[in-house]
């Protein structure tokens, strides 16, 4: 197992049951710290994390008192791991889905280009509902045009290592990013702040019902959502493009609002 103080892994949970213990032993087994934030849970998870972290001083679970959405979560962890000095997160999501053996390799990257986001881009098997896969190639087209090419692999796959102050000054800047928006959102603004994406290839593993796969995702709702971020980005995004434009064609240092 690997450690750093500089670099943590963080977890958003809110209502996966079991499947969140065994997500955050796989993340200790390769990584500390690793930092929990449930998300006001009802499942009864938080009372298990807290009793985990009690034993396992690389650890620490926070609890939000009711469920802000997985943004706001990631927030609340970021600001609490600014103020203990580190550096970096890398994000996961809490149900399964993310290779817990790759969190050295990431952070090892980010480590060697600590000015730049480590993006994981999604490997897909047979489990993967075809239908989120084709979908998420919309979300990925309109990042692309957002970014002006930025580079970004993919725009919703959540195993990422962030640079913590301008991921926390992006959201403060603003008030979305709070919940499904978040992941598509950050890589856009920190791509508009000059923040360099770097792309690794990860396995993503969409668990049955039976393996204890749980998913808050909705697809009217959700979609909703993303459509309503991407409209807000575009006309962000014109009204930057001149700017955008001429960073780019000179070579200046980038664009600096959040």
């Known amino acids: 197992m690997n450690g750093s103080a500089t670099h943590l892994v963080l977890i958003p949970s809110y209502n996966t049951g079991a499947t969140v213990y065994q997500t955050v032993r796989d993340a200790r087994a390769h990584w500390s710290p690793v930092w929990v934030v449930v998300d006001g849970s009802t499942d009864g998870t938080a009372q298990g994390l807290l009793?985990?972290?009690?034993?396992?001083?690389?650890?620490r679970v926070f609890v939000l008192p009711e469920n802000q959405g997985k943004g706001a979560a990631v927030l609340h962890g970021l600001?609490?791991?600014?103020?203990?000095?580190?550096?970096?997160?890398?994000?996961?999501?809490?149900?399964?889905?993310?290779?817990?053996?790759?969190?050295?390799?990431?952070?090892?990257?980010?480590?060697?280009?600590?000015?730049?986001?480590?993006?994981?881009?999604?490997?897909?098997?047979?489990?993967?509902?075809?239908?989120r896969v084709r979908g998420r190639k919309v979300s990925n087209g309109w990042t692309n045009l957002e970014t002006l090419g930025a580079g970004i692999g993919d725009s919703l796959y959540g195993f990422r290592v962030y640079p913590v102050a301008p991921l926390i000054a992006v959201m403060q800047g603003q008030r979305w990013m709070r919940r499904f928006d978040f992941d598509t959102e950050a890589v856009v603004r920190l791509a508009w702040r000059g923040v360099t994406p770097v792309n690794l290839p990860a396995p993503v593993k969409y668990l049955t019902v039976g393996e204890g796969g749980v998913s808050h995702f909705r697809y009217g709702r959700d979609n909703l959502l993303l459509t309503w971020m991407h409209l807000r980005l575009m006309l962000e995004f014109v009204l930057r493009l001149p700017v955008l434009l001429w960073r780019r064609w000179t070579g200046r240092p980038p664009f600096d609002r959040p």
């Open 79 to 131: 600001q609490a791991a600014h103020q203990a000095g580190f550096t970096h997160v890398l994000t996961m999501d809490s149900d399964g889905q993310h290779p817990a053996p790759l969190i050295d390799a990431f952070m090892r990257e980010s480590q060697r280009r600590p000015s730049a986001m480590v993006l994981g881009k999604p490997v897909f098997d047979a489990s993967a509902p075809l239908l």
């Open 51 to 59: 009793a985990m972290a009690a034993t396992d001083p690389g650890l």
